[in-house]
């Protein structure tokens, strides 16, 4: 026992540690679920906002040949400016209001008695979504609709990269806060168990960061001891399938994992029985970011095995002196 590291047993239950932690956090889940009824946006028409390009068509002065069709981008406070009508208010209202809008303008001031406009988008940059971290295709994508989705923009993104975690993070801008409002979603829960109330709705001016999956580390009698990153929500047992296994000497009962406070930068030991885990006795452990499992030898296994080696070695000697 020289040297081993003294481990203090905690109650695992009373200490949440047979919980997944790396799950979507509630509050992340109610402010997903606040987003949803966004979704009726969805079945309205484009909304036009500042920064897209706009191409306004006028027939007669077509057919007169007095000017062909112009690209006018909005402002910042939704305006455009046509010749022979000046500003006009076009931000918030559909392609539909905008056409009606501009025919009603030069009608009643009398440039025209039936005019007939068309208008279309020919640039969408009112609404862009950034989207970095650990996805094939990182970048700003412009929308063409009201909104969207999680999903949607990860789908558009690539996807996830093989080096990905498991949650990603949405931030979005509030009127008033300097700090933005951060929804952490669990992509497990969302694309393999399908909890769809996590699939965020997504406006203009919104990320989505999806950072590098986290590792962890496993030591001592191991046969490949060393840091492993975790795709997803990982329990110790599993953490030490994933570095080989344990070695003959392993003390099974005596395991523990340190797991770091990054905030207070003290250290919790835990407590780990293999044996009783794997015997069903007791909860296995659900590891965190930076969380060090480490198994020590078992002096009696070692002396055993050392008694073992040296009878082997006298009767292979006897054998061969017979022989």
């Known amino acids: 026992m020289h040297g081993r590291r003294p481990v203090s047993r905690i109650s695992l239950d ?7 932690s790396a799950f979507s956090d509630d509050t992340s889940r109610d402010l997903a679920r606040q987003t949803r009824h966004l979704l009726s946006l969805r079945d309205t028409d484009y909304l036009v906002g500042p920064d897209d390009v706009l191409e306004i068509s006028i027939f007669e002065w077509e057919m007169s ?37 501009i025919e009603t303008e030069l009608s009643s001031q009398g440039i025209l008695q039936n005019p007939r406009a068309g208008v279309a988008v020919r640039e969408y940059r009112s609404r862009r979504i950034s989207v970095i971290g650990e996805v094939n295709a ?20 690539g996807g996830p990269t093989q080096d990905s975690g498991q949650t990603v993070h949405v931030l ?10 951060k929804i952490t979603v669990n992509l497990q829960e969302l694309f393999d168990q399908g909890q769809f109330d996590l699939n965020a ?21 191991i046969q490949s001891p060393g840091g492993y990153a975790i795709s997803r929500s990982m329990r110790a047992l599993e953490a030490i399938a994933l ?13 523990f994992i340190v797991r770091r406070n990054s905030k207070s930068g003290t250290e919790l030991v835990i407590g780990v029985n293999l044996y009783d885990i794997e015997c069903g006795k007791d909860h296995d452990v659900f590891l965190k970011e930076g969380d060090v499992v480490h198994v020590p030898n078992s002096p009696s296994r070692i002396a055993i095995r050392e008694i073992w080696d040296f ?13």
Not at 14 to 20: A, F, L, R, S, V
Not at 315 to 323: E, I
């Open 243 to 255: 570095a080989g296994g344990l070695t003959k000497d392993a003390a099974k009962k005596e395991c």
């Open 65 to 101: 040949e007095q000017t062909k069709t112009l690209e006018f981008r909005v402002s910042e406070s939704g305006v455009i400016s046509l010749p022979a009508l000046g500003a006009l208010v076009v931000g918030g209202k559909s392609i539909q209001d905008i056409q009606k809008l």
């Open 311 to 323: 009878f082997r070695g006298i009767f292979t000697f006897t054998y061969r002196l017979d022989d």
């Open 172 to 181: 979005r801008k509030e009127k008033g806060k300097f700090d933005p409002v």
């Open 14 to 20: 009373q200490q949440g540690m047979t919980e997944n």
């Open 138 to 157: 990182p970048g700003v994508y412009a929308i063409h609709e009201n909104v969207t989705t999680l999903m949607d923009m990860l789908t558009l993104a």
């Open 201 to 221: 709705v997504l406006q203009g001016d919104d990320i989505i960061y999806l950072p590098k999956a986290p590792l962890i580390y496993v030591y001592g009698s």
